[in-house]
């Protein structure tokens, strides 16, 4: 009995304090140059929360990264868009380590993922390694950074995660030192109230008085019903003004602890919630997140170590509402809310919403629309709760509408291709008019075919313009003895690249695909069987099946 007594006694500061679960003393800085941050773990993105930190490389690329510890490469994967070139490394003590948005590879990675790359004739690749297929030891150098897929500009993307569930952790709960004296800012602070019926009104902006560094103030607000409040706001650390996001959020009333957020982890899977816990229609129209501090139905997010609903009633007393926001080093700031009872504050009004969102989705039940061209599926919990959408077809463009609110599973669209005209694709228009490429998989009946999460207008367009190809620093016929790069520029004007190949002298080769830059490159290599006059022909096409095919000859002595 009394053993069993000590062993409670020793686990419990573990339960209490988080940041005491993860061993801190075990990885280290991944580049050799002071840690700056210009992303943070958990902070908001679109449709997503970030799931590591953001490494500033001076705007440059080409930084030596280092592994965080010994380990073995677990995976590599490849992508245009993503996370670029990236490398996974599993190390011994069940976390696993993500360096993304590379440049490059080291040589002995560089040569097991080309060799797939050649295998496969893809530059993407996503390889699963087996414990003894590439090791890694302490403060090897694995790759250098880069700014490769969707990164928009030079960084490493650094994550930490739980090796057996993949789960995302906090990369700086493992020790990683960030100077940090700088106290949060909160931008706005924003007021909801609730009724009866479970409504909740439009936010309304409360101002914010300063009492000291650490302390803000409001003037009392009168009410009489439920509320509660939302905020947008941001953290910087010491060494650069980039505006990250803020760690936890508490909140309390008259001292006692209502809600406490913090972003010490999340799943993969949970991370489009993000739009459970900003008010998204808010930011659809204003383009700013507001953090809502009180917790709807469909939040299931596991950022929060006390929940409640967050509403907080005060009929017949005043009290103090507080919030609390923090960094990961312990600096904060307060915002105390007086509340009173007012019974003579006008009720909040149910306002109708917007009457052209005509058909309710009933959150239980999976619908089928069919029309003459064009058929919708919508599963069962695609809104998470019952909502108004419109939805027709009229005048050859199929509408699913409704731009305020956010949709969690994938919608199955099928539309039909009127004619037999090369070029056909199906299109998606936004409320703000912009306008994208859908689809342009036919199945067997002649029908595009698509699942997305992208409400707005469809309808077939088309495009005849063959993608265009543009050698970069050499003409037809030149000598590039002295080039270590042979390079493309590839452009499509209207519904975008889709598979590019290129060959030298009939031998399929690596180029790597930079959307942004819209160009491919080859490097040089061992692939390379050195004759002096080569062949190089380069293959493109695009999103509606245009293809352009075209071939230059360059001269090299090596
Ligand atoms: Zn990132």
Same mark, same amino acid.
């Given at each position: 009995m009394k053993s069993l007594f000590i062993i409670i006694l020793s686990i419990t500061p573990f339960l209490i304090n988080s940041q005491t679960k993860y061993p801190t003393n075990y990885f280290s800085n991944p580049l050799q140059i002071p840690l700056i941050l210009n992303g943070n773990f958990g902070e908001s993105r679109s449709n997503h929360f970030h799931s590591g930190i953001d490494i500033k490389t001076k705007f440059k690329e080409g930084f030596k990264v280092i592994s965080?510890?010994? $380990?073995?490469?677990?995976r590599i994967k490849v992508s245009h $868009? $993503?996370? $670029?070139k990236a490398i996974y490394i599993n190390h011994p003590n069940g976390y696993t380590t993500v360096y993304a948005h590379l440049k490059k590879f080291n040589n002995s990675i560089e040569k097991f993922v080309k060799r797939f790359q050649y295998k496969k004739q893809s530059y993407e690749v996503d390889l699963y390694l087996k414990s003894d297929d590439l090791k890694i030891l302490n403060n090897e150098i694995i790759g250098f950074s880069g700014n490769t897929g969707s990164s928009s500009g030079p960084h490493l993307h650094f994550e930490t995660r739980k090796t057996s569930s993949q789960k995302a952790i906090n990369p700086l709960l493992f020790g990683i030192e960030i100077k940090d004296t700088r106290r949060p800012t909160v931008n706005s602070l924003y007021l909801y109230k609730k009724d009866k019926s479970g409504y909740i009104s439009e936010p309304s902006k409360v101002v914010l008085s300063k009492i000291n560094d650490s302390t803000f103030t409001t003037e009392k607000i009168k009410l009489n019903s439920l509320v509660s409040f939302g905020l947008s706001g941001f953290d910087r650390q010491d060494l650069a003004n980039n505006k990250n996001g803020i760690y936890e959020i508490s909140t309390f009333l008259d001292g006692n602890l209502i809600n406490l957020m913090s972003f010490d982890s999340f799943f993969f899977e949970e991370s489009i919630k993000i739009n459970t816990l900003i008010d998204y229609s808010y930011y659809i129209k204003n383009k700013e997140r507001i953090l809502k501090l009180f917790i709807e139905e469909e939040n299931d997010l596991s950022i929060y170590s006390k929940k409640n609903n967050g509403f907080v009633d005060v009929t017949q007393r005043t009290s103090i509402y507080k919030i609390k926001a923090s960094d990961i080093k312990g600096n904060y700031i307060t915002i105390d809310i007086p509340l009173v009872y007012d019974k003579t504050i006008k009720k909040i009004t149910t306002n109708s919403q917007n009457i052209s969102y005509s058909k309710l989705i009933d959150n239980n039940l999976k619908y089928d629309f069919n029309f003459k061209n064009s058929s919708i599926n919508i599963p069962k919990n695609t809104f998470l709760k019952n909502r108004k959408i419109k939805i027709e077809h009229f005048n050859d463009t199929l509408k699913i509408i409704n731009p305020y609110i956010a949709v969690y599973k994938n919608i199955k669209i099928k539309f039909k291709n009127p004619n037999s005209n090369k070029g056909n694709y199906l299109a998606v228009k936004d409320h703000e008019g912009n306008e994208s490429f859908a689809s342009s998989k036919l199945n067997p009946l002649n029908y595009f075919e698509l699942k997305t999460k992208k409400t707005g207008l469809y309808y077939i367009i088309n495009d005849s313009i063959s993608p265009m190809i543009k050698p970069i620093k050499f003409k037809n016929g030149d000598w590039v003895s002295d080039e270590k790069y042979l390079k493309f520029k590839i452009t499509d004007k209207e519904s975008g690249i889709k598979k590019y190949k290129g060959k030298i002298n009939g031998k399929w080769m690596l180029f790597e695909y930079e959307y942004k830059k819209n160009q491919i490159s080859y490097e040089f290599d061992s692939n390379y069987l050195s004759k002096s006059k080569n062949e190089v022909e380069i293959e493109i096409e695009d999103m509606a099946g245009n293809s352009f095919i075209k071939t230059y000859t360059f001269y090299r002595d090596n």
């Open positions: 965080a510890a010994e $380990g073995y490469v677990s $868009g $993503g996370f $670029g």
